[in-house]
């Protein structure tokens, strides 16, 4: 099993940018992260497989990046350019263990 938590949420204004963390209890190879925008269902953001390639929801290409550092069992999402439409609580996943974090807000203002 695998324990993970987020940080790093916020309230930001449109145009600014802040990085997720998920902090896990154990070194993963692989990740997701999630969202869901008030209101609405949980959607995928973006995804890093154990091979190391990157998928990303069309709305985020070119705006949020996944990384690594192993050394700190930490993984990122850096969120730059916010959108309002960006506002939801975000989810990072391990997808072999199936384990969630509780979640992180972001919030952008116009």
């Known amino acids: 099993q695998v324990q993970l938590v987020e940080s790093g949420g916020g309230l930001v204004q449109s145009g600014g940018s802040l990085r997720l963390s998920c902090a896990t209890s154990?070194?993963?190879?692989?990740i997701r992260w999630y969202r869901q925008p008030p209101g609405k269902e949980r959607e995928l953001v973006a995804t890093l497989s154990s091979g190391g390639s990157t998928n990303y929801m069309d709305s985020v290409k070119g705006r949020f990046t996944i990384s690594t550092d192993n050394a700190k069992n930490t993984m990122y999402l850096q969120m730059n350019n916010l959108k309002p439409e960006d506002t939801a609580v975000y989810y990072c996943?391990?997808?072999?263990?199936?384990?969630w974090g509780p979640g992180t807000q972001v919030t952008v203002s116009s």
């Open positions: 154990r070194l993963i190879s692989s």
């Open positions: 996943m391990s997808p072999i263990f199936g384990s």
